[in-house]
């Protein structure tokens, strides 16, 4: 997938998580993440960096108590 559709789909997770001041924080280290993908993000090769970046914006959610994945 595209890198921008992934970041997206993180910026929508952080608004449900009532956190998009941490996505808007996190956009420089995304902007690299995705130069440093060539603008692709793949499941199979990139596991591990999705897991870390979708666990990030969980935690940032838990500062509200809220986590839209589980509530």
Partial sequence: MSA???FSALRELAHLNK???FFTASLPAYQQ??????????VTANA???QEHVQQVIDAGHVN???ALRD
Wanted: glycine share 4%.
């Fill in 4 to 6: 921008d559709d992934f």
């Fill in 19 to 21: 956190v998009p001041q």
């Fill in 33 to 42: 993440v995705a130069q440093n993908s060539d603008y692709l993000i793949s």
């Fill in 48 to 50: 591990k960096e999705i």
């Fill in 65 to 67: 108590g809220y986590n």
